[in-house]
């Protein structure tokens, strides 16, 4: 019988083990070298090459930054259009520029409502969000996690059905959900202390140092009225504010509602129909990120787009 039937297979025939490469396998290869490989590589692919030696990716003797940071500062800047560039600065006081490059990869993906709570649900893709309530006056909410730090930003809210024009647009800090219960409902909008009363689901506190000076952590455009929503979420607010130039209601009919942010002016301005009705809110600092919230059975897209003439 042979061996190998016999289930022996010789020990020149075997499969040898590969040795790990040694931490200097790299050695070899020059600055420059390093940095074209790189320029290759996502964001992702950057912080794993980073965490493969010190030379690569913490830094080297002296303070000189890391080959990996390098690398990502010098793609950023030839591939970023200066649009990202106003939108994405560079924060000072430890931020890298492969977080940097992370957040690009991010501005050019298609927008998405991925942050869901009770009540909402993704229809066909995370751009489409259905709202279904068996109780009246029983809102939910749906976020964007795309953090938008400076320079212009315009969603496009495309009401798909809706059953009335209970639904406000707007923006809201960045927030860290806690855990992923469905069963909890988070309607900051007509909350004075929605930070305080939400803290033991959802965290504001992960980014609070880049709010700028302002006050307005919650802003909102609401349909039924045209009215502008706001509120710090610590005790101070407006509720329905419908003095503001340009102000009107959304109807019942499908439409597509608009909202520039301009973090440079700090403005919020409303569309419809890609016809501006006017600046809804002054005096905006810091990172936002879009939300929707609805007390209306509806359909809605969102998609990031260029602000109408």
Not at 103 to 109: C, H, Q, S, V
Not at 135 to 153: C, D, K, P, V
Not at 174 to 193: A, C, S, T, W
């Amino acid at each position: 019988m042979l061996e190998a039937e016999a289930g022996h297979v010789p020990a020149s025939n075997k499969r040898a083990k590969l040795a790990p490469p040694p931490a200097d396998a790299f050695s070899p290869l020059g600055d420059e070298a390093v940095a074209y490989c790189a320029s290759y590589l996502g964001s992702c692919e950057l912080v794993q090459l980073g965490r493969t030696c010190r030379r690569f990716g913490a830094g080297r003797d002296g303070g000189r930054p890391s080959l990996v940071d390098g690398a990502a500062r010098q793609m950023f800047h030839e591939a970023a259009t200066a649009h990202e560039k106003e939108c994405l600065p560079l924060y000072e006081g430890g931020e890298t520029h492969v977080k940097v490059l992370k957040e690009l990869e991010g501005l050019r993906k298609p927008l998405e409502l991925d942050i869901l709570f009770a009540g909402v649900s993704h229809f066909g893709s995370t751009s489409t969000i259905q709202y279904r309530s068996n109780f009246e006056e029983e809102y939910s909410l749906a976020i964007s996690s795309h953090i938008m730090r400076s320079g212009r930003h315009y969603a496009s809210f495309r009401i798909k059905k809706t059953e009335g024009n209970g639904i406000n647009f707007g923006i809201i800090r960045p927030l860290l959900k806690k855990n992923n219960r469905m069963d909890f409902r988070f309607h900051p909008v007509i909350l004075e202390y929605f930070i305080t009363e939400y803290e033991s689901e959802v965290d504001f506190t992960i980014r609070a140092s880049h709010w700028g000076d302002g006050n307005v952590n919650c802003c909102t455009y609401y349909g039924e009225d045209g009215s502008c929503w706001w509120s710090s979420g610590e005790g101070t607010c407006n509720e329905g504010d419908r003095e503001w130039s340009g102000n009107q209601s959304m109807g019942v009919d499908t439409c597509t509602m608009g909202l520039l942010l301009d973090l440079k002016a700090g403005t919020l301005t409303v569309y419809k129909n890609s016809r501006c009705l006017g600046v809804m809110k002054r005096g905006l600092t810091g990172e936002y990120c879009w939300m929707v919230t609805s007390c209306e059975e509806c359909m809605i897209s969102v998609e990031r787009a260029v602000p109408p003439e």
